[in-house]
């Protein structure tokens, strides 16, 4: 029997064999495609995948012989063997910054939340320096050591060092530069943030009517770089606050996952959730903006409504992704689509097998279980980009920003777009001042704002369900909920399909956070897309463990064809 240094070596060859092959295929983009994943998928899907069982030796009807049971061991062996080979053969990839960090010795430009800062919300030097030690440092003791303005604890910085034995090392993942501090394209999105607080308690279903969303739109299509989706080269009621993907803009603003009923067990439950009265706004004065960022105990608590209902609102979406689960989302898209009798992937290998029918592997245990397990991998894979890479400013900080700059307090490099904008002068005519009153009383959590954690969870979810249901399938008995949610409605419009609905989800998730007040729309869109490169690459690790023979087949936010 050969040693492991010559499986490993035997493992490594197959992978230069088959890498010639090219049989990886993502459609024209392929290569970029497979940079931006970093390499795993691309090197794992290249290794023999599935595990065909060989003959059984000697007498089927006793238990496996030792030469049957070594032989299999030495397979998993070499799974494994292969996993670690490619993930050690993936290209490093390197992640740009904005250069926001070394661009402002007071630090304007990053995160801060939890540490001490002075009157016009300038962080503490030591203690910033402190703080990016430690993200350096990436020991417990060293972020105990982070100086803090007040009770507040930073969230989980130690994730950011995790390693995975499944996917992409979470350090080894492509993700773009966010906008810089003073950039058009980020006074766009502190625009767009101000118009989601402004709002709030808008019905969907009076967006194509209500002023102040047509204010909204008005406002937003002036901006030099605004990168929402336009129609016909303007921000329009069918556009605003929506994701970039053909999913996002056909039909109702909320994906029919949110609303549709779902198969839990034996019982069906409505989709009817708790949320919080209209106006419930807070750390809208400058002296509770101060304080919170100090990590000061949050003024105020929330007030909900008496009854449950669907979702109907900005405010409803930013409650439900308040104090949701990592996989909530995507676990109730995957009841909801065994609700309706939702057809597999056309890729499923017990489609053509007559005899036997999927469970364990291709079946709801496998589906909801490959959906749970992604969500704590792209979480961690998000939390390196944010402590380690970028420290982004929430908008919630910058907001504090702009309210000195416009009370000349400070000088700092805000674009014009914002100044002028209408947002500025709506926000200060309903509160008086120009910080970003907040759904939630905390604010925005204690760790940097990109990439947002839901946007990367939910992503990575929404990949998993299209690579186990067939993304064309149509919806059937579309829904949109009336305007005060207590019923839904039938929806009356071109079709829905399973795939341009996760789609929706995936961008429905992400910006709620949005309309809370505590992400931007990079953070939502990019954050959607690492979920994705996440998921790729634990079903590329995956499939080499499944005696079928099948391929996974999904399309990607950008609309690439994917075959792992």
Known sequence: MRDKQEVTQAASEAVEAQASQETYSTGPNRRQFLASVGGLAAAAALVPGNLEAAPAIGNPLLPPSRTDRSRRSQKAYQVRVNAANALRRAPLVDTPTNGDETAYSNHIGSFSKSLPHDSLGIVSNAAYLAFVQACADGTAASFENVPAGGSLQLKNPLAAYAFALEGIDPHNVFLPAPPAFSSAQIASEMAECYWHALVRDVPFADYGTDPMILAACTDLSGFSDFRGPRIGGVVAPSTVFRGNTNGDLNGPYLSQFLLKDMQFGNTMVPQLYRTTAPNSDFNSTYPQWLDI????????????????????????????????????????????????????????????????????????????????????????????????????????????????????????????????????????????????????????????????????????????????????????????????????????????????????????????????????????????????????????????????????????????????
Request: hydrophobic share 40%; proline share 8%; charged share 15%.
């Open 293 to 564: 960022q100090d990590g000061k105990a949050p003024q105020g608590s929330l007030n909900y409504l008496p009854n449950p209902r669907y979702i109907a609102t900005g405010r409803d979406l930013a409650h439900y992704v308040h104090n949701d689960f990592p996989y909530e989302s995507t676990l109730c898209a995957v009841l909801a689509l065994i609700a309706m009798g939702a057809p597999v992937s056309p890729s499923n290998p017990y489609n053509f097998l007559s005899r036997q029918c999927g469970f364990s592997t291709f079946g709801v245990p496998h589906i909801t279980d490959t959906v749970a397990r992604v969500a704590a991998l792209a979480l961690r894979t998000a939390w390196r980009q944010k402590y380690t890479i970028h420290r982004r400013l929430r908008p919630e900080e910058f907001a504090g920003r702009v309210h000195n700059r416009i009370l000349s307090l400070a000088n700092h490099p805000i674009h014009p777009d914002l100044l002028n904008s209408q947002a500025i002068a709506e926000v200060f005519a309903k509160w008086g001042s120009y910080v970003l009153p907040q759904a939630y009383p905390e604010g925005c959590p204690a760790h940097p704002a990109y990439p947002s954690g839901h946007a990367t969870f939910v992503g990575a979810g929404v990949t998993i369900v299209k690579a186990f249901f067939d993304e064309s399938f149509v919806i059937p008995n579309p829904v949109v909920p009336n305007a005060d949610g207590s019923a839904l409605l039938p929806y009356v419009g071109p079709p829905l399909t399973v795939g341009g609905e996760l789609n929706k989800l995936a961008a429905n998730v992400a910006i709620g956070r949005n309309y809370a007040g505590v992400h931007w729309r990079t953070d939502a869109v990019e954050g959607n897309r690492l979920g994705e490169r996440v998921a790729i690459g634990v079903l590329t690790d995956l499939k080499s463990c499944y005696a079928e023979s099948f391929n996974f087949t999904l399309t990607t936010f950008d609309g690439q064809q994917v075959v792992i």
